[in-house]
């Protein structure tokens, strides 16, 4: 079965540069949420879209935005990279009007801000 | 706002014994919650639900959940551990569907599970 897809996996990046993170949903999934995991955190929620249109926010910094387009893929920009930034971020998808449907998560994207 | 309580942050198990990763959540509302599983370098891996219905439900790999309503707890328990099981694991919680706002999961801060063989 098809899964979430992220990338890029991997991405090195140096303080104050930008970053951007692509992710696309399961077929036919209408919600994308991304969360961010710090080492040894736990996931945090940054934001969420539904049909195209912002559905919710979260701890996400003024420096990201993000957004999903018409074939229901979403892109986190990252800009004036901090180190702090450095972490694993996730993107979930899912059905909207399918109450109880668990998320689906991808693999995730590994950002290391040097 | 929703919380997700995981009160240990290691649990040590023999394998072949009984396991239990214990979760405790608040929500305002009726709570849909989860188990997730997180192998070291790899994302996160949906092991079981409860929505509604019987307290009792079964997930992936052997593992099954209890909900307990008036104590809102939701632990992970498993009969027989095995070595492969290590892993965090996370409980997550969100509000019940509702047909309007958005159901960001809430995540507890994750329980490392070890089988020692």
């Known amino acids: 079965a098809a899964g979430v897809i992220q990338s890029p996996r991997h991405l090195i990046k140096e303080k104050r540069e930008t970053a951007t993170l692509k992710c696309y949903p399961i077929?036919?999934?209408?919600?994308v949420y991304w969360y961010q995991q710090g080492p040894g955190q736990d996931p945090q929620f940054l934001i969420s879209?539904?049909?195209?249109?912002?559905?919710d926010k979260g701890s996400i910094p003024d420096r990201f935005s993000a957004q999903q387009f018409s074939d229901y893929h979403s892109e986190l920009n990252m800009s004036s990279l901090e180190l702090g930034d450095s972490a694993l971020y996730f993107c979930?998808?899912?059905?909207?009007?399918?109450?109880?449907?668990?998320?689906?998560f991808g693999p995730g994207t590994r950002l290391t801000v040097t | 706002a929703q919380s997700v309580a995981q009160p240990e942050d290691q649990v040590n198990v023999a394998e072949g014994n009984p396991l239990t990763v214990k979760c405790t959540y608040s929500?305002?509302?009726?709570?849909?919650l989860f188990w997730y599983v997180q192998y070291p370098n790899r994302g996160l891996q949906f092991l079981l639900k409860?929505?509604?219905?019987?307290?009792l439900v079964k997930g992936s790999y052997g593992f099954e959940a209890e909900f307990n309503k008036s104590q809102t707890s939701f632990h992970l328990k498993k009969p027989s551990a095995l070595v492969s099981d290590s892993a965090l694991y996370f409980c997550?919680?969100?509000?019940?569907?509702?047909?309007?706002?958005?159901?960001?999961?809430?995540f507890g801060k994750g329980t490392k599970l070890s089988v020692i063989p």
């Open positions: 997550a919680v969100r509000v019940a569907y509702s047909g309007a706002g958005s159901y960001q999961l809430t």
């Open positions: 979930a998808s899912s059905l909207w009007d399918r109450a109880g449907y668990e998320q689906y």
């Open positions: 929500v305002s509302g009726n709570p849909y």
């Open positions: 409860y929505i509604t219905g019987d307290n």
């Open positions: 077929p036919r999934h209408d919600t």
């Open positions: 879209f539904y049909e195209k249109m912002q559905s």
